[in-house]
Structure formats: C-alpha cells, structure tokens
C-alpha cells in the first residue's frame, strides 16, 4: 500500500523540528512526505523555509508552493489533489510521533479491509517557559465520540491515562480525529460524491467528523490503535491566541457543526432523540449570542449561500442509505 505523508504548514515553525525529528525516527519509511506552507506572515515563511531546507535531504520530501491559505481543511484537500496514494497520514505541524507510528497504524489498515480510518493514541504536548516543549500522559484523543445529543467529541481529552492503562487491542470508534488520521483514499473517494477527503469550505474545524459521518454511512469502520502513540501540542489552545484568533476558531468550530447536522442528521435521529438534539443547540444558541451575537446571524447567512452544496451532499447520501 503506497502512503503519502500530508502536512500543511501555518505559522508553526517552532514546533516543524520536532516533528521532522520524529518522522526520521520511523521504522517504517516507506512513504512520501508532501508539505505545503500556508502561513502568511513573512518572517514565518523564511523560517519554515529554512526548516524545509535543512530536512529536504533528510526525509523524501516534496514541497509544493502556495500564496493562500486554504485553511486545514482546503490545505489537505488541495495537497490530497497533488499526489495519487492509496492512503494518506495527515499531520499536524504541532506534532510528534511515536518511531512505531507510521508502522502500527499502516499495518492496521493494510490487515483490516473493512477500515477507512486509523489513528493512534494521541496525548497532549505542552510548552513550557522552564521545560520547553514536553510530552505529557494527558490525552489530546482516542477517537471521536458520538453522543446522543449529535454532539462529537474527542474521547477522554483531558483526562490523565498511563500507558500502561491503554487498552492492548485496538478500538472501533465512531471516526477518528484529523491530527494523525490515517486514511484509506478508496474509501475516501466512494465515501462522497465528488471523491474530496475533506470540503474546503470548511477551512477548519470539524471536517473530520463530516468525513467520520460519511464513512460510517458508507459502511466503513475506523479504530484507535493504542499501542501507536503520539502528541500533539494543539497551538490553538485559547490560552495562547489572541482574541480575534479565538473568535474565529469559535465561529468555523459552530458553523461547521451545523453543517454537519444538516449534512447528515436523519429523520429517524430526530424522531429517537430529537429533544436532546433541541436542549443542546438551544443553550448552545443562547452561549453564542451572550459571547458572539453577530456568530448566528452570519452563519445563517453562510449557510444559506452554501445549502445547495448541502442539499446535494445530502440527495446523494440518502439515494444509497
């Protein structure tokens, strides 16, 4: 199974050492490394440069050049466009990998045809003024959960787990999160209509899940593969951005959600849990206009311009349930 390694590069040169470090650790190198840098500051842009320079030798690398930020969502779309893999690992800049990663989590595709979707464990890295960046044992995912309200989540972020508490055997889970997703790009591609891994108009935040949804109503699995371990610095956290940073990140994060729910809730979920449904989008309704007012009207708005899409997604899923 040829495997190409995606990574789409924003303002993160801190953190690209660690995970190129990690990535020559691999036992398994038998892949291709495509990255492509978004960031729009100049300073950011020449040292990132630099970075790729310096590991270009070292890993098989291709760099592709672009002048706009396509967000994540759009960045590993485009970059999924560029290369013909039979599957393809998704990377975080803010990440760092386990040497038996790549391994593990191949291997579990490769032995499991009914599989679209691998991760390993992922736990949190954080930095630190005195400790520098450091890995921790609190977990960033094990997968992604579906409750009942339609919410998903990443199970057991947070919470503190030792290693030797991890279960043995991998675990099916509902979808896995994009930092570190191993995808099968068959599935992938018969999975929607027009063959994308994830819809641009996105740009970020939960399109993962939309992709976790739809392999799941294609009839495919996705599991967790504890013995494959990673971290994952999440550079996003609100403690580290700006306002308008946060905001935005608020807003892709509740407009991408209902997408999703419009994307793929079914007449039957409304029917059986309808009211948990209803309870949890009110108060999150009423959160969004104490903290942002303006959130809902502008993605009613965005929603309107970008329905037929909508429409047509969900035409195409319900002719093959």
């Given at each position: 199974m040829t495997l190409a390694l995606q990574l789409v590069a924003y303002n993160g040169s801190m953190f690209l050492e660690r995970l190129f470090d990690s990535l020559e650790r691999q036992t398994d190198r038998d892949w291709s490394l495509?990255?492509?840098?978004?960031s729009q500051d100049a300073d950011e842009r020449a040292k990132t440069a630099e970075i790729l320079d310096h590991y270009r030798d070292r890993l098989p690398m291709r760099i592709l050049t672009t002048t706009e930020n396509r967000g994540f969502a759009g960045g590993h779309q485009w970059i999924?466009?560029?290369?013909?893999?039979?599957?393809?690992?998704?990377?975080?800049?803010?990440a760092a990998l386990d040497p038996e990663y790549i391994a593990r989590v191949r291997q579990a595709l490769e032995q499991r045809p009914d599989v679209a979707a691998v991760s390993g464990a992922i736990f949190q890295l954080q930095t630190c003024a005195h400790l520098g960046i450091h890995d921790t044992v609190v977990v960033d995912s094990l997968g992604l959960v579906k409750r009942d309200d339609e919410s998903v989540v990443d199970d057991r972020q947070g919470q503190w787990i030792r290693v030797?508490?991890?279960?043995?055997?991998?675990?099916?889970?509902?979808?896995i999160s994009g930092c570190l997703a191993l995808y099968r790009r068959a599935a992938v591609v018969t999975s929607c209509s027009n063959g994308q891994l994830f819809d641009p108009a996105y740009f970020m935040y939960k399109e993962d899940v939309d992709l976790a949804y739809?392999?799941?109503?294609?009839?495919?699995?996705?599991l967790v593969i504890p013995a494959a371990r990673a971290w994952h610095?999440?550079?996003?956290?609100?403690?580290?951005?700006?306002?308008?940073g946060l905001a935005r990140m608020e807003y892709f994060s509740y407009r991408n959600h209902w997408w999703n729910l419009l994307t793929h809730l079914s007449v039957r979920d409304i029917l059986h849990r309808g009211w948990r449904i209803v309870a949890f989008e009110a108060a999150k309704l009423g959160y969004m206009f104490l903290r942002h007012?303006?959130?809902?009207?502008?993605?009613l708005k965005e929603t309107r311009a970008h329905w037929p899409t909508i429409k047509a997604k969900r035409k195409w899923y319900d002719a093959r349930s």
């Open positions: 495509l990255v492509v840098d978004q999924f466009e560029q290369n013909n893999a039979e599957a393809v690992l998704l990377l975080n800049q803010d030797q508490d991890l279960p043995i055997e991998s675990m099916d889970v509902f979808g739809r392999l799941k109503r294609a009839g495919w699995n996705a610095a999440r550079t996003f956290k609100a403690r580290r951005m700006r306002p308008r007012p303006s959130f809902p009207w502008r993605a």
